[in-house]
C-alpha cells in the first residue's frame, strides 16, 4: 500500500519547456488535489478533482492543466513553464470531500530556469 | 474570501516547555477545520480534525486543539514539547459543501535542549 505516489521528485526546466507531474493512490478515493507550496505562502490550491471524470479550479491555476485519468491518476501539466512556477507540488487525496483527511504525496521540486 | 491566518512565522520553546500555535479562519459556517505537520523534505501528515461536537479534539503524538466559535479559531497545544516535533505546522480548513481546502501560511517551530 503505497498511498499517494509522485514523480517525478526533482525537476529542472527552461523557461517556455513543458511538463507534467504524474499522481497515483492506491486508496480508492474518490477525490485528488494538486497544491503548490511557495516559502511564507503555505499550500495553494491549483486543481482538484471530486471524481473520475471532474476537475474545478482552485486559487491558482492559471498556467496549469490537469486529467483525471482514471479513478487513480491525476495528472498537471504545465504547457509553458515560467520562472514564476517554480515551486514544491504536492498532490493529495482523500476519500470523499472537505470533511476528510487529505493524505499527501512526498512533493516535487520544480525549478524553472 | 475564506482565510486561515498563522500569526506566528517561526516559534521556538525548550523541550519539555507547553506549547500552543495560533489559528484563525475566516468563513462564514462553520468549517472543518484541520491541522498538519510537516517535516522537512516531507509530505503532510494530519494531526487532528475538527467536525462538530466537542470543542476539544484530541490528536495523535500528544497534540490537542480547542474550537472557539466565537473567536474563529483552532489553537493547537502541547503540553510538554520533545526534540522531534521539530516542523512546520499548518491549519486548514475545509469548506462545507465545497470540495476545496484552504491553508495558512505554515508555523516553523523550534526545539531548544
Known amino acids: 500500500n503505497a498511498g499517494v505516489t509522485q514523480t517525478p521528485k526533482f525537476q529542472v526546466l527552461k523557461t517556455g519547456q513543458s511538463m507534467t507531474l504524474q499522481c497515483a493512490q492506491d486508496m480508492n478515493h474518490n477525490s485528488m488535489y494538486w497544491y503548490r507550496q511557495d516559502p511564507g505562502m503555505g499550500l495553494r490550491l491549483i486543481y482538484y478533482?471530486?471524481?473520475?471524470?471532474?476537475?474545478d479550479k482552485g486559487e491558482v491555476p492559471n498556467g496549469y492543466n490537469v486529467s483525471r485519468l482514471n479513478k487513480r491518476e491525476f495528472s498537471l501539466r504545465l504547457e509553458s513553464a515560467a520562472p514564476s512556477q517554480t515551486s514544491v507540488y504536492f498532490c493529495?487525496?482523500?476519500?470523499?470531500?472537505?470533511?476528510?483527511?487529505?493524505?499527501f504525496g512526498p512533493g516535487t521540486r520544480l525549478t524553472v530556469t | 474570501a475564506q482565510s486561515v491566518t498563522q500569526p506566528d512565522i517561526h516559534i521556538t520553546v525548550s523541550e519539555g516547555a507547553s506549547l500552543e500555535l495560533r489559528c484563525n479562519y475566516s468563513?462564514?459556517?462553520?468549517?472543518?477545520l484541520f491541522w498538519y505537520v510537516q517535516s522537512p523534505g516531507q509530505g503532510l501528515q494530519l494531526l487532528l480534525k475538527y467536525f462538530s461536537g466537542d470543542t476539544l479534539v484530541q490528536g495523535i503524538k500528544g497534540f490537542e486543539a480547542e474550537f472557539k466559535r466565537s473567536q474563529s479559531s483552532f489553537n493547537l497545544r502541547k503540553p510538554s514539547v520533545h526534540w522531534s516535533d521539530a516542523a512546520e505546522y499548518f491549519c486548514?480548513?475545509?469548506?462545507?459543501?465545497?470540495?476545496?481546502?484552504?491553508f495558512g501560511s505554515g508555523t516553523k517551530l523550534n526545539v531548544k535542549p
Open positions: 486548514a480548513v475545509g469548506l462545507y459543501n465545497f470540495n476545496k481546502f484552504y
Open positions: 468563513y462564514g459556517a462553520t468549517p472543518y
Open positions: 478533482s471530486a471524481s473520475e471524470g471532474t476537475t
Open positions: 493529495a487525496s482523500s476519500a470523499r470531500d472537505s470533511r476528510d483527511e487529505q493524505y
